[in-house]
Nanobody, 126 residues
């Protein structure tokens, strides 16, 4: 079983950047499919982007495509989310998640993930 801890959230102005980190313990992240999700107040949790467990492909939601980038560093056992050109609508709690290896493409639904971090708040001010 893997334990996940997010960090790097905070307050940033519109157009700014943040990099979120997700550090893992217990097992190597390289054996898991990974995802970043977010949840704004009063809204459902939504996918930001997902990395196939093989590391061979990444998909992003349309709302962040071209602005956010997911990367995994197997040596540091960490997953990152680089967020650029931030908008007020990006304000949310961001979660890192992991799922056991499965055949098929990267997983874009929260129900597909078994392991979750506690979340980190990102607030974009205008």
């Amino acid at each position: 079983q893997v334990q996940l801890v997010e960090s790097g959230g905070g307050l940033v102005q519109v157009g700014g950047s943040l990099r979120l980190s997700c550090t893992a313990s217990g097992r190597a992240l390289s054996g898991y499919g990974m995802g970043w999700f977010r949840q704004a107040p009063g809204k459902e949790r939504e996918i930001v982007g997902a990395l196939k467990w093989t590391g061979s492909s990444i998909s992003y939601s349309d709302s962040v495509k071209g602005r956010f980038t997911i990367a995994r560093d197997n040596g540091k056992n960490a997953l990152y989310l680089q967020m650029n050109s931030l908008k007020p609508e990006d304000t949310a709690v961001y979660y890192c998640a992991a799922h056991e290896p499965r055949l098929g493409p990267e997983r874009m639904k929260a129900d597909d993930y078994e392991y979750w971090g506690q979340g980190t708040q990102v607030t974009v001010s205008s």
